[in-house]
């Protein structure tokens, strides 16, 4: 008896391997996991809500780590990936160390998506797309079809991560320009830093904006340095936005009042190209909510893993 269930099982795992390669493509789709998996983006969803719920930092956090993955190689996992011997893990990476976080939640989420499709069908890239959108939407945001497919890396660059990853210290042409390698045009650049509407930046990265910049508000100014003294306290909390645990159109208002808290998202609004935007945002949640979906999706589409590329990741910390 025993052995009868384990043939069905061997069988079953072959046949759900079967169906997934089936669906392999070159392109992505929101319908991926349909038949293969429909239980896979309900379980994500619920579980993102459980950790945002649970503390709303979290959904801030995971937003982010989709980013910095996206920005290093494309959209692969690589950032969830461990140092070892022959990983030299982007974690590791100045944008990352003591930064990056939400990695224990990813690996609640794939090993739950996994129990509940039966083996490891769903990959870590996925898994952070997914996480990412439901994220957003946990916190009062826009809703978009993620699309779906993605592969894992089998590698890591943490000299990519280092410098390809967007800076808190860039101006407006260095951002620009960062975007642009990867696809990504001045009306994604203001769309997609309008995720700093949610979450927290350390003292250190913004330290020099507010005791030596001058296009700042006064007031804010000595405001933030309440709780970043000029010299210690680097990891020290403050909010990017006054409503950090809602996705809204707050980010955009602060920028028009020279309230910006990192020196990159001050440049948005700075007598530059992308004012309009800042402006058209800051007046109009519908317009930057669609932008910001559809920027979304155009960074989930950068240089992803598809059909025989890269493998599904057991273990998202690992190479299989």
Known sequence: ???????????????????????????????????????????????????????????????????????????????????????????????????????????????????VCGCAVVSCADVLAVVARDSVVALGGPTWNVELGRRDSTTASRAKADSDIPSPFMD???????????????????????????????????????????????????????TCPSIGGNSTLSPLDPTPAQFDTAYFTNLIQKRGLLHSDQQLFNGGSTDGLVNTYSSNAKAFSADFARSMIKMGNIKPLTGDEGQIRSNCRKVN
């Open 172 to 226: 407006l042409p260095a951002l620009i320009n960062n975007f642009k390698n990867q696809g990504l045009d001045e009306r994604d650049l203001v769309a997609l830093s309008g995720g700093h509407t949610i979450g927290f930046a350390q003292c250190f990265v913004f330290r020099n904006r507010i005791y030596n910049e001058t296009n700042i508000d006064p007031e804010f100014a000595q405001q933030r340095r309440l």
């Open 1 to 115: 008896m025993a052995s009868h269930g384990g043939i069905f099982y061997f069988s079953a795992l072959i046949i759900l391997a079967a169906t997934v390669a089936s669906v392999s493509s070159s392109s992505l789709s929101p319908y991926y996991y349909d038949s293969v998996c429909p239980e896979a983006l309900p379980t994500i969803k619920r579980l993102v809500e459980a950790a945002v719920y649970k503390e709303q930092r979290m959904g801030a956090s995971l937003l982010r780590l989709h980013f910095h993955d996206c920005f290093v190689n494309g959209c692969d996992a690589s950032i969830l990936l461990d140092p070892s011997p022959t990983i030299d893990s982007e974690k590791n990476a100045r944008p990352n160390l003591n930064s990056a976080r939400g990695f224990e939640v990813i690996d609640q989420i794939k090993q739950a998506v996994d129990e």
